[in-house]
């Protein structure tokens, strides 16, 4: 079974910032990732995904997600945080055998001006 | 025009109440879901279904159960509703395939009293 853990619940940054929010999965399969992002009150937006094609994978916003299969790692970075960028984000590996997603806990991404 | 859209967006109602959530996408895709999302934003699955199978995660109560009038639409009645019911409730939708990117409706907030 697939499990994802993102570490870190809480992250704060500053304006301008790098912006590093961690995901760990586990799966005995090559995974598909994907790190949605959820604006307070509002559902999920796909912010980007990775399907075994380039291992960097950039997405909306200035964000981009590394895949580390020797780390089992898909860390998403932005490198200057803006105030528009506070809000939860989730990382997800898909299960290969339907399409079902399983997610982390999630962390809240706050910006200090 | 919005791709997956939910209704009603808020759901109040007394323990022991059958509601249902409505959900509707205009995306053509064969498949959509449910996901639970509690107070502390951790997100599970709850179905899966397309018009050859639905996918239930075992954990969800026998009280809560899809019905998909036609592959656009995906509702959720719940009968007998509890204290614990009370969560976000998203629904979303994707096409099988490869590039299986799941979207989300805004959420239907429930609370029990």
């Known amino acids: 079974a697939q499990s994802v853990t993102q570490l870190g619940s809480h992250v704060s940054v500053s304006e301008g910032a790098l912006v590093l929010l961690r995901c760990n999965y586990s799966?005995?399969?090559?995974?598909?990732l994907f790190w949605y992002v959820q604006y307070p009150n509002q559902g999920l937006q796909l912010l980007l995904k990775?399907?075994?094609?380039?291992?960097l994978v950039k997405g909306i916003n200035g964000f981009e997600a590394e895949f580390k299969k020797s780390e089992t790692s898909f860390h998403l970075t932005k490198p200057s945080a803006h105030m528009s960028d506070a809000a939860e984000y989730f990382c997800?590996?898909?299960?290969?055998?339907?399409?079902?997603?399983?997610f982390g806990g999630g962390t809240r991404l706050m910006v200090k001006p | 025009d919005t791709a997956v859209s939910q209704t009603p967006k808020y759901l109040v109602t007394q323990m022991g109440n059958d509601k249902s959530i409505k959900c509707e996408q205009n995306?053509?895709?064969?498949?959509m879901y449910w996901y639970k999302q509690d107070s502390k934003k951790f997100l599970k699955i709850m179905f899966s279904?397309?018009?050859?199978?639905?996918?239930i995660n075992e954990t969800v109560p026998n009280r809560f159960s899809p019905k998909s009038p036609d592959k656009a639409h995906l509702n959720l009645h719940i009968n007998s509703l509890e204290l614990g019911d009370s969560a976000v409730y998203f629904c979303?939708?994707?096409?099988?395939?490869?590039?299986?990117?799941?979207?989300f409706g805004p959420g239907t907030r429930l609370t029990v009293l």
């Open positions: 979303a939708s994707s096409q099988r395939g490869v590039e299986d990117t799941q979207y």
């Open positions: 799966s005995s399969v090559p995974p598909y």
């Open positions: 990775y399907t075994s094609a380039a291992t």
């Open positions: 997800a590996v898909r299960n290969n055998a339907g399409n079902m997603l399983t």
């Open positions: 995306l053509g895709h064969d498949t």
């Open positions: 279904y397309n018009n050859k199978e639905l996918i």
